[in-house]
């Protein structure tokens, strides 16, 4: 059930980025606007998880290849300070999600 939960709060924030924080890294950040927009289009619509980028079936991690580049997104949950990690990831009052979208290179 947890991580069932957490899968379904990480999709939520993922699909709407509603409900979190987002960044971009220097890297993505720097693409040309039509290229930044389909990347962060494709993390909205990310279905490809398998054993090997979601190991938990939490739906935290992913990486696609566009426009001649490889990407990752990383879906991290923080404690509502930002100062450690969440005590309860499936409980939305205890966790701050932050996703990061960056170039496979800034990993």
Do not use: Q
Request: hydrophobic share 35%; glycine share 8%.
């Amino acid at each position: 059930m947890r991580t069932e939960r957490i899968r379904e709060l990480n999709d939520a924030f993922r699909t709407s980025f509603k409900g979190g924080t987002v960044l971009l890294t220097s890297g993505v950040n720097g693409l040309p606007s039509d290229v930044k927009a389909m990347v962060i289009r494709k993390v909205a619509t990310y279905a490809d998880f398998n054993a090997d980028n979601d190991p938990h079936s939490e739906h935290d991690f992913g990486n696609f290849g566009l426009a001649g580049r490889r990407f990752f997104w990383k879906l991290d949950c923080y404690d509502p300070s930002l100062s450690g990690g969440s005590e309860d990831p499936a409980d939305p009052s205890k966790t701050a999600r932050v996703l990061t979208i960056m170039l496979a290179e800034e990993y």
